[in-house]
């Protein structure tokens, strides 16, 4: 199984400011013959399902908006949130869809500073 | 207007059996999957079932108890739980995925307890 590992496991960061959120594949999720990244993030807030926010390791899903960004290739990504607002208050995933089982990273819990 | 809604939760005893249900609407049917949340925990990725063979796909936690089908001409999942354990308590989602998990249900909630 490809294990994700999420760091840190929170942060706390203020209004308006960046966030970054570090996701590790214990093996590559880049695809050769097409040179794609198996990779998405979601966002999480209390009460609610997961959003997809990126996939492909970089492409927005439509509605996300752009202060939302992911970048890495092989098996280290990020996922960064620029212009912090109140209602990115959430629990953030990675998740590994290169090969079953599609495994997910344990979240990070980002809060407000 | 994608819709996903997931029935069938409920109190169960360990050891017993459950199904629980996703009706999905406004879209072609595709690959699916159960993903499931313990409370207070993350995310854990049950089953899948492909989109065209209807090839399925399980976690080693489920495998062998847990069985995943569709009903395409009703645009329904399903997921059978057999001899559940008190570590199957969760919240569980049906997810379509197109490439990643792009549509998530609200879920439905299971209690193994005696």
């Known amino acids: 199984d490809i294990v994700m590992t999420q760091s840190p496991d929170s942060l706390a960061v203020s209004l308006g400011e960046r966030a970054t959120i570090n996701c590790k594949s214990s093996q590559s999720v880049l695809y050769s013959s097409n040179n794609k990244n198996y990779l998405a993030w979601y966002q999480q807030k209390p009460g609610q399902p997961p959003k997809l926010l990126i996939y492909?390791?970089?492409t927005r899903e439509s509605g996300v908006p752009d202060r939302f960004s992911g970048s890495g290739s092989g098996t280290d990504f990020t996922l960064t949130i620029s212009n912090l607002q109140a209602e990115d208050v959430a629990v953030y995933y990675c998740?590994?869809?290169?090969?079953?089982?599609?495994?997910f990273g344990q979240g990070t819990k980002l809060e407000i500073k | 207007e994608v819709q996903l809604v997931e029935s069938g939760g409920d109190l169960v005893q360990p050891g017993g059996s459950l199904r629980l249900s996703c009706a999905a609407s406004?879209?072609?049917?595709?690959?699916m999957s159960w993903v499931r949340q313990a409370p207070g925990r993350g995310l854990e990725w049950v089953a899948a079932i492909s989109g065209s063979a209807g090839n399925t796909y399980y976690a080693d936690s489920v495998k062998g108890r847990f069985t995943i089908a569709r009903d395409t001409s009703k645009n329904m999942l399903y997921l059978q739980m057999n001899g559940l354990r008190v570590e199957d308590t969760a919240l569980y989602y049906c997810?379509?995925?197109?490439?990643?998990?792009?549509?998530w249900g609200q879920g439905t909630t299971v209690i193994v307890s005696s």
């Open positions: 997810a379509k995925r197109s490439i990643a998990f792009d549509f």
């Open positions: 406004g879209f072609t049917f595709s690959s």
């Open positions: 998740q590994q869809y290169y090969t079953t089982p599609y495994t």
């Open positions: 492909w390791a970089s």
